[in-house]
């Protein structure tokens, strides 16, 4: 079975939303929004968040957000190098690892 490793916060809540891709097959979503995971810095965050990109329904997509709060993984962060430069697609499809 395959997951999708997604590339944008913002845009892949977007595709849920819009039925695009199921939730169920998200993996992690590696964002390259720089953020702390504390409540304040996450609720700002999503509040940014649906003024722009999630202006059609921004509680839904905030619900959306927080399901996916602890598949999202922030590389930049400690890579210290921007993995996204060049990226043209939300999603990227995965195998999971085996046991």
Same mark, same amino acid.
């Given at each position: 079975m395959k997951l999708l490793l997604g590339w944008s916060l913002s845009f892949c809540v977007k595709d849920i939303f819009e039925g695009k891709i199921s939730i169920d097959d998200v993996l992690a979503i590696a964002s390259g &929004?720089?953020?702390?995971n504390d409540e304040s810095s996450w609720e700002l965050l999503l509040d940014s968040y649906s003024k722009s990109y999630w202006i059609k329904d921004p509680k839904k997509c905030?619900?959306?957000?927080?399901?996916?709060?602890?598949?999202i993984v922030q590389p930049e962060t400690f890579l210290m190098m921007?993995?996204?430069?060049g990226l &043209?697609?939300?999603? &990227?499809?995965?195998? =999971? =690892?085996?046991?």
């Open positions: &929004t720089s953020f702390t905030k619900e959306i957000a927080n399901r996916l709060r602890n598949r921007n993995i996204h430069q &043209t697609k939300n999603w &990227t499809e995965v195998e =999971p =690892p085996t046991s």
